[in-house]
Structures are given as C-alpha cells and as structure tokens.
C-alpha cells in the first residue's frame, strides 16, 4: 500500500523540521503526563492494583505519534525521553525514574516500527508499535515496582497495560496523526502530503 510504505531508497538523515517537530510532540506530551498524573492520582487509589495499567497508554503515545510523523530510526526514543524529561521539569511525582521510562518505552514503540523495517506507518504499524511499548512498560513495571504481586496481578497488568496501549497510544496515536494530517499542519511530512 503506497500510503504506508516507505521506499526502498528511504531517507533515514533528520532535517531540522524533524528534530523541531520531534521536540514539539515531546514538550507537548510532557504536559500532557503531567496532567495525566493528576488525574491518576485522584482514580486509582483504592482501585485493585493492576487496574492500575489502564492509564499507561497515554504514557506510549509521543513514541508511536513521533514515527509516525517523522518515519525515521530514532523518532520514537528521541520523543518518548524528551517527555519525560518535560515531565520530570513540570513535577512528575516518579522523580528521576521517569527518565529511564522515557527511554525504554520509546525504545519498545521504536522496536515495533524496526519489526517493519521503517517501511509501515498505517494502523497495523502505529499497533504493532503500541504494544511492544506497552510490553517494555510492564517488564520495567513489574521488575521494579511489582516483583511481589502474585502471579495472577502480574498477568492482569500486564494485559490491561498492553490493551491500554493498543487502544490509546495506537488507535488513539494513528487517529491523531490522522488528524494533524488531515489539518494540514504536516505538510513538510510524507503524512502530510497523502493519506495515511
């Protein structure tokens, strides 16, 4: 499908309106964090812990929005970190921590892209994506912070984190990008000038 493939003499160099437009997602999710921590700490005291995970595929999106925008190694880690790093600036209350969920969930959605060799960025891709960031989220997740929940949490989170991030930072990314397109404010972007 030419709309979502890449050509085999793709250019992987960043221009400067990449590495703006990358900041630009990356400043603008990190508010969006600091807000989502808000909201987080008001629902899910007293919930059972792993329903916890429904919140986190919000947290997966500057990754996957990012690759699909820029479609370039790199885009999702360079994203995902910067908003976490604007996270942590705004008060994120995770500290210092957040910088390394930055990465490592930048480097999952960047893993789900690699998968398609940077060839794919439909809907399929944008899911492909979400969920190996979802994925790396619940390993970091549960080997730091969860490692005694029995077995059955584990899984729940698990699952709930990766359904979390299919539907918000895939579905919810890929409709966004969608729409930015659409607006016309990618035009300087392969999105911009077809559709997705």
Do not use: C, H
Request: no cysteine; aromatic share 10%; net charge positive.
């Amino acid at each position: 499908m030419p709309s979502t493939t890449m050509s085999g003499s793709r250019v992987t160099r960043w221009r400067t309106v990449d590495i703006v437009v990358a900041a630009v997602l990356g400043v603008a999710f990190g508010v969006v964090f600091w807000a989502w921590n808000l909201l987080g700490a008001i629902l899910v005291p007293g919930l059972f812990p792993p329903l916890a995970a429904i919140l986190n595929g919000v947290f997966l999106m500057p990754g996957v929005v990012a690759a699909l925008v820029i479609r370039k190694p790199g885009a999702a880690v360079f994203a995902s970190t910067l908003a976490a790093a604007v996270s942590l600036l705004l008060g994120s209350p995770f500290g210092g921590i957040i910088l390394i969920y930055g990465f490592v969930q930048g480097l999952g959605a960047e893993l789900g892209f690699a998968l398609t060799r940077y060839r794919r960025f439909g809907l399929a891709a944008a899911l492909l994506a979400a969920a190996m960031a979802g994925l790396a989220t619940s390993i970091l997740d549960l080997s730091l912070y969860y490692r005694a929940w029995p077995l059955t949490w584990m899984s729940s989170y698990l699952g709930l984190t990766v359904l979390s991030s299919l539907l918000l930072a895939g579905v919810g990314g890929w409709l966004l990008v969608r729409s930015l397109a659409t607006s016309g404010a990618l035009s300087s972007f392969r999105v911009g000038q077809r559709r997705l």
